[in-house]
């Protein structure tokens, strides 16, 4: 069982940036593929960024590439979303969630965090 727990969220006006970290425990994470999620009100969750075990394989999702960046550091267990030039259309709960494989969908991840808001002002 692995635990997920995101912080860094917030309030951010347009153009601003936030650093989303994923910490988890119970595991060690080094051999599972990472990935962070969104879901803004009244729409389905989609991928945003993921990253494979090793930190070479990253994704991004068109609506952010340049902007943001998935990282990792297995000592301590933590990935981490850097994210720039925010748009309000970032506004969503993002979610980190834990995998075998640095896929897309949610069916390849199989441990969740609750999720941490981000609101971008316009």
């Known amino acids: 069982q692995v635990r997920v727990v995101e912080s860094g969220g917030g309030l951010v006006q347009s153009g601003g940036s936030l650093r989303l970290s994923c910490a988890t425990s119970?595991?060690?994470?080094?051999?599972?593929?990472m990935a962070w999620f969104r879901q803004a009100p009244g729409k389905k969750r989609e991928s945003v960024a993921t990253?494979?075990?090793?930190?070479?394989?990253?994704y991004y999702a068109d609506s952010v590439k340049g902007r943001f960046t998935i990282s990792r550091a297995n000592a301590n267990n933590t990935v981490y979303l850097q994210m720039n030039n925010l748009k309000p259309e970032d506004t969503a709960v993002y979610f980190c969630?834990?995998?075998?494989?640095?896929?897309?969908?949610?069916?390849?991840?199989?441990?969740w965090g609750q999720g941490t808001q981000v609101t971008v002002s316009s």
């Open positions: 990253i494979g075990s090793s930190g070479s394989r990253t």
């Open positions: 969630a834990v995998g075998f494989a640095p896929v897309v969908t949610e069916g390849g991840y199989i441990y």
């Open positions: 119970g595991r060690t994470i080094y051999s599972y593929a």
